[in-house]
């Protein structure tokens, strides 16, 4: 009987193994395949990064964002197309106060609450965002704090 739990352990395990390529390669597929509503239009900026949608975390390049004349496209598992009226304001969060790494999309549409793509000029991209937006956030002044 131990011989059969050993040779299922190892079938099991050497499917577990085989499956994760798949799925990674899979990832990386469906960021990449355009939606329909990209069709025929040319992107002003593409990116391929890691970030947080929703509550999943992507690393590395499982993320495309494709910047449009009138909309955004976020593609991983899910596919998120966000038109700019639809976009409050773009935050550059900062990792404990210090480094930034990315940028916050804060919105009101049909997309999950949580978007921070990683990016590696994020100011460029907040830029380039919120260049688009039909009304100006105001903007961000970084607070200066008095030491005593």
Excluded at 23 to 29: A, H, K, R
Excluded at 125 to 136: G, M, Q, T, V
């Amino acid at each position: 009987m131990s011989d059969v739990n050993e040779f299922l352990f190892a079938g099991l395990f050497g499917l577990f193994i085989a499956s994760v390529p798949v799925i990674l390669l899979s990832t990386l597929i469906i960021a990449q395949l355009r939606l329909s509503a990209e069709q025929g239009k040319t992107p002003i900026f593409t990116q391929t990064s890691g970030g947080r949608v929703g509550w999943l975390n992507y690393r590395g390049p499982f993320i495309r964002l494709s910047l449009y004349e009138e909309f955004l496209v976020i593609r991983c598992w899910q596919s998120i197309v966000l038109r700019y009226d639809e976009i409050d304001r773009v935050e550059l969060p900062k990792w404990f106060g210090l480094i930034g790494d990315g940028v916050r999309i804060v919105h009101h549409g049909q997309a999950p609450i949580r978007i921070h793509l990683g990016s590696g000029d994020a100011t460029r991209l907040k830029n380039l965002i919120e260049a688009r937006l039909p009304h100006k956030p105001p903007p961000y002044i970084e607070p200066h704090y008095r030491l005593r």
